[in-house]
Each structure stands twice: as C-alpha cells, then as structure tokens.
C-alpha cells in the first residue's frame, strides 16, 4: 500500500459511497455534453439553413399559403405542390431592382408503400438557378443531363441507384451534402426532367391543378436583389404590382427560425446550468458529510504521520478519480443517447439540426471532462480545507 | 454479503433493462405494423436478458453474466445488421426502436462485462 494508491482503494472499498457520488457527477457530465452537442447542432443547421436559400426574396402562388407554411418547407421538407403560369415570373422580372432571378418547380411524389415516404422533388432551370447549383456543383462537376437527379443526404438512394417517381426511373447521378433541414429529403432535377414527371404524374391520374402545358409553370420564384435597392423595398413591389402572389422575404423566415432556435438553445443552457448548480451543490454536500463521517480515519492517518497537505491532498485526489470516473460515464452515456436519437430529436425540435462533426465532439467531451473534473475538485476543496484544520487529538479524544 | 448485494443489484438493474426492451418493442417502441420480424427479434432478447438476469441473481454463475453480455451485444446489432430496417432515416424503426435496442443493449453488455469483472476479483480475493 502506498499513499499514492491510498485514494483508489478507499473508492473501491466503499462502493456504494463510491457509486452514489459517481451517478452525480455522470449525471453533471452527460447534461453538459448532450446539452452542448444539441446547442451547437442547433446553431450549424441554423448557419446551413442560411447558406442554402441563397436567395433574397421568393415569390409563390398566393394559394400556396393556405397549403404550406414556408418555414416547414425548409425545416421539415413539407411535401407539397403549387403552381402559377411561368408568365408571372416574366412579370415579376419586369420590376426594378431585381439582380437575378429563377424559377423552380415543385412535385410531391406518392406513397409507394408502407415503409415509403413521400418526398418532394425540385426542378430547377440550369440557365438561370443561382441557389441549387452551387450546392450541387460540390458533388458534380458536370451538369444534371436529361432524367438524372441529385438527392438530399436523407433519400434512401445512392449514386449509381434508381428512383422511381410516378413510374419514370430517374439515375441518381450526385447526393448532396447534409444541411440540417428539410432540403435533405429532396430530390433536384431540372425543369425539362420535371415537365416528363408532371406529364407522367397526370398519366397516372394524379390532380395537379395544372391548366395547359406542365412545362409553363412555376411553383417558386427566386430572387437576388440589386444591392442598391432595399429587400423589403422589392418584395413590397411585387405584392402590390403582380397579382396572385405572394413575395416573402427569405430574412424573415431566417429570424423567425432563428427565434425558436434561440428559445430552445436558452432553454437548454438554462437546464445545463440547473443540473450543473444542483449537482455541484450536491456533490459539496457530500464531500463535505464524508469529510465529517472520515474524522477518525484521518485523525488515523495524520498519527501515523501524514501532513496536513498531504491528508488534503488525498482528499483532492479522491474526488479527482471520482469525477474522472463519473465524468467518462457520463460522456459515454450522453455520446450513445444523442448519437442513437439524433433523428428522434431533430425531428421532436422542429428545428434545422446538423450534427457536428467527430472532431468537434471529440473536443466538446475533452472539454467536458475537464470542466467536470474540475468542478469535483472544487467541490471536494472545502472539506479538504477543514480535514487540513482538525485537531487529530480532540477527534481522537471524541472516541466517535 | 457484499457481494451477495452487488449481485442483486447488477441482476435488478439487467433485468429491468431487458424487460423494458421486451415490453417496449411490442408498445411505445414498436417499429410498425407491416412487418413484425423486427419486433419479435427484439422482444426475445429483451426477455432472454431479463431470464439470464434472474438466473444470475439465484445462482452467480459466470455463464449468466457472459450470456447477459452476449444478449446485450446481439440486441444492440439486430436492428440494421442481423434483421434488415427501412432505408430511410425518418422511418419509426430507424428512429426510435433501433436506437432504443442500441442504448439498451449497449447499457446490458456493459453491466454484465462490469458484473463479470467484479465476481472475478471477489473470487480471486476469496482465494
């Protein structure tokens, strides 16, 4: 037996005492790493949401807004189809302070069967698409040919694979990075693709509200606006100027995504920071208790010649392993937790939520350890304090 | 006695983990409807936990805690390796039943690995 091994084997004597105070601070651990992959998840979708759109403005059929709220579309991939003339979109480029503009349009497929899911499928126009193609440009260098598609990160497809969309088997020749929001459980085309699939969609009896020809329509205009001109100032415009639509600012989607990710991200450092205060309090308690039930045994120790420092010491160091201890507990707990129901929890949030990455969690669970370790330190430091301070003889004296 | 107790414990805490999985994957984590292949796997090796479990709490055999471990293992593998799931990631199997029979059976290996450890070196003391 030497002092250094002293503390482990106090721990490992007592497991009960041991166990208890290793819950606490796994408990302390876990809520801080899960709370913290879950905030920064929070902030790199909201970030991705914001390097998507791409655009400043977009215009939709009025009607659009009594079938879809467009902050689902973007967030949770709201399956849905709208249309208006590609007339409109001439009229809206008419107006002043338009940079760029482009058209999409959209198509909800069906469900095939019990284990599918609708999906919404996007076709956009290669000559003048400012928003899709940069994205897709990272996976593909060339452009989409006649049929191909890109698939988000969430469509169960893989490139060299088929997917199958109202009976026309489209190659999937690129699968896009993941962003967080509902933009990965589309599939992108373009707009000579999408009029076969509308045509095949109307072959098969499906109502798509579309009069004249499927490849003269739009559901979705974007639009880049002149910096010299105001955003609000352009939507405005095209409100009052082109009937039967509706032009919304892609800001204010951003600030109102951006409000419910701040609300929820406070209310998570707020609970972060309930367990972290309760659990350190505790865990204070608890050193200090056992400081108070140990008397003799350090009154024991000091006999036998151990210094004050030395019996501080070794207190420290007891509360150092079991917070090392409880600190890998819980980052392992909180890792399995998170990892295992990312899907369960973005979908629960509502919210654009993009995991980060191994090195980043990597570095938030070191940092967590340590800041876990750190805090059993301190929490164990008043009772080492007071252990430096006993009179061994009136403990001794006490026959306790 | 203390380990008598030690015992209990490590037996309880399985044993529940192993039964929340058997009735869970027939109620609250139920994959679907259409196919119930997934579903009965997954009840099984709740239940087998759960049986190794209480035979390792009446008789402390070594073998109760390796087979507790080994069902824990298997039960953390079935859903996307040994029984095929849905492809996509927002279908409830992959969402809720999968993770739920990783986290438990990840959490039952463990505790027995732990379980076995420990009645090792109570033996070796005893020697």
Redesign the interface.
Request: proline share 6%; glycine share 0%.
């Given at each position: 037996m030497t002092i250094v091994k002293l503390p482990l084997r106090n721990l490992v004597r007592h497991?009960g005492r041991t166990a208890a105070l290793t819950v606490l601070v796994a408990l302390l651990s876990m809520s801080l790493l899960g709370g913290s992959i879950i905030v920064l998840s929070l902030n790199s979708g909201l970030s991705s949401l914001e390097n998507r759109l791409g655009a400043d403005i977009i215009v939709l059929p009025a009607s659009a807004k009594s079938k879809i709220n467009l902050d689902n579309l973007y967030l949770q991939g709201t399956t849905g189809y709208y249309y208006m003339s590609a007339e409109k979109q001439a009229q809206i480029a008419a107006r002043d302070g338009i940079a760029e503009i482009s058209g999409q349009v959209f198509l909800a497929t069906l469900r095939a069967?019990?284990?599918?899911?609708p999906i919404q499928v996007i076709g956009f126009d290669p000559e003048t698409d400012f928003t899709v193609q940069p994205w897709i440009a990272e996976r593909l260098k060339q452009g989409l040919g006649p049929g191909e598609v890109v698939v988000g990160s969430?469509?169960?497809a893989g490139v060299g694979e088929s997917v199958r969309i109202y009976l026309v088997s489209c190659p999937v020749v690129a699968r896009l990075g993941a962003t967080g929001t509902g933009l990965d459980?589309a599939v992108y085309c373009t707009t000579d693709t999408m009029a076969t699939l509308l045509d095949a969609a109307r072959a098969m009896n499906h109502e798509l509200k579309i009069s004249g020809d499927p490849a003269s329509v739009v559901s979705a205009v974007y639009i880049r606006v002149d910096p010299s001109y105001s955003v609000e100032q352009v939507a405005n415009d095209i409100n009052v100027h082109v009937r039967k639509v509706e032009a919304v600012r892609t800001r204010s989607v951003i600030s109102d995504v951006s409000s419910s990710l701040n609300g929820v991200a406070s209310t998570v450092k707020a609970l972060i920071l309930a367990v972290w205060t309760l659990s350190f309090i505790l865990l204070a308690s608890a050193f200090l208790l056992l400081g108070g039930e140990r008397k003799r045994e350090y009154a024991v120790l000091r006999v036998l010649g151990m210094s004050r420092p030395r019996l501080s010491a070794l207190a420290l160091r007891e509360a150092l392993l079991v917070s090392a201890f409880g600190g890998v507990i819980g980052i392992a707990?909180a890792l399995?937790?998170v990892l295992?129901?990312h899907?369960?929890i973005e979908?629960a949030l509502a919210l654009p939520f993009l995991m980060p990455t191994g090195t980043a969690i990597a570095l938030l669970a070191a940092g967590t350890l340590l800041c876990v370790c750190v805090s059993g330190s301190l929490a164990a430091a008043f009772s080492a304090h007071r252990l430096s301070r006993t009179d061994t003889g009136i403990i001794l004296r006490e026959g306790a | 006695m203390k380990m008598k107790k030690g015992t209990i414990w490590f037996g309880l805490v399985i044993g529940l983990l192993g039964l929340t999985l058997a009735v869970g994957t027939q109620t609250f984590l139920k994959p679907c409807t259409h196919d119930e292949t997934l579903a009965k796997w997954i009840t099984a090796e709740g239940g087998l936990i759960a049986v190794f479990a209480g035979v390792g709490m009446l008789q402390p055999h070594w073998a109760a805690q390796a087979l507790s471990a080994l069902a824990g293992i298997i039960t953390a593998l079935t859903p996307g390796t040994l029984v095929k799931i849905c492809a996509s990631e927002q279908m409830r199997c992959r969402m809720i039943t999968r993770p739920a029979a990783i986290v438990i059976g990840t959490i039952t290996a463990a505790l027995a690995i732990w379980w076995f450890i420990l009645k090792l070196k109570s033996r070796k003391r005893e020697q």
């Open positions: 497991p069967d019990c284990c599918s899911l969430k469509v169960a459980t707990l399995l937790l295992s129901f899907s369960l979908k | -």
